[in-house]
């Protein structure tokens, strides 16, 4: 996958997804309805990503999930902004009080390509989904945006 946003998505577009996973955080506290979102549609795959700045300059994610396959994008934005801050297992739900340090992200992902080896990929440029199965041969995967290899010193 690449990180390059699909051509009819602009970063306004961006821009207002992430502050519409804002909306949707907000409604769900307050038990409001959730505004519009303000943003182009389309489908693509996706991913919203929570990021908690600690005061000190640096941040923790707090929830990243998204879909691989297309999805439409305010349906997707919506679902998987809420997933993301209240269902991801490796982390307790956001709470109110920890809105005003978040930071989010969201991912269209576009280009998806097999690789012809384990080095056939760029740091920074690409993403990866890896399959493998455990002790029991149950399949597992575990899937990478493409910045989060650079952001981990990779």
Same mark, same amino acid.
């Given at each position: 996958?690449?990180?390059?946003?699909?051509?009819?998505?602009?970063?306004?577009?961006?821009?207002?997804?992430?502050?519409?996973?804002?909306?949707?955080? *907000?409604?769900?506290?307050?038990?409001?309805?959730?505004? /519009? =979102?303000?943003?182009? #549609? &389309?489908?693509?795959? /996706? +991913?919203?990503? $929570?990021?908690?700045?600690?005061?000190? !300059?640096?941040? #923790? *994610?707090? &929830?990243?999930? !998204?879909? *691989?396959?297309?999805?439409?994008?305010?349906? !997707?934005?919506?679902?998987?902004?809420?997933?993301?801050? +209240?269902?991801?297992?490796? +982390?307790? =739900?956001? @709470?109110?009080?920890?809105?005003?340090?978040?930071?989010? @992200?969201?991912?269209?992902?576009?280009?998806?390509?097999?690789?012809?080896?384990?080095?056939?990929?760029?740091? &920074?440029?690409?993403?990866?989904?890896?399959?493998?199965?455990?002790?029991? &041969?149950? =399949?597992? @995967?575990?899937?990478? *945006?493409?910045?989060?290899? @650079?952001?981990? !010193? $990779?």
């Amino acid at each position: 996958m690449s990180k390059h946003e699909p051509s009819n998505i602009t970063d306004k577009d961006i821009e207002e997804a992430c502050r519409f996973c804002f909306d949707v955080l *907000l409604s769900r506290f307050c038990r409001t309805p959730c505004p /519009l =979102p303000r943003f182009r #549609n &389309g489908e693509f795959p /996706l +991913f919203v990503t $929570w990021n908690k700045f600690d005061g000190k !300059g640096n941040s #923790n *994610l707090r &929830g990243c999930i !998204g879909n *691989l396959s297309p999805i439409g994008l305010h349906d !997707g934005v919506k679902k998987y902004a809420a997933v993301s801050a +209240f269902e991801d297992r490796r +982390f307790s =739900p956001i @709470s109110a009080d920890e809105v005003p340090m978040l930071e989010c @992200s969201v991912t269209f992902l576009s280009n998806f390509e097999e690789a012809a080896n384990y080095v056939d990929w760029e740091i &920074g440029k690409h993403g990866m989904i890896i399959n493998f199965s455990d002790d029991r &041969g149950s =399949p597992l @995967s575990a899937t990478y *945006l493409p910045y989060v290899c @650079s952001e981990q !010193g $990779w």
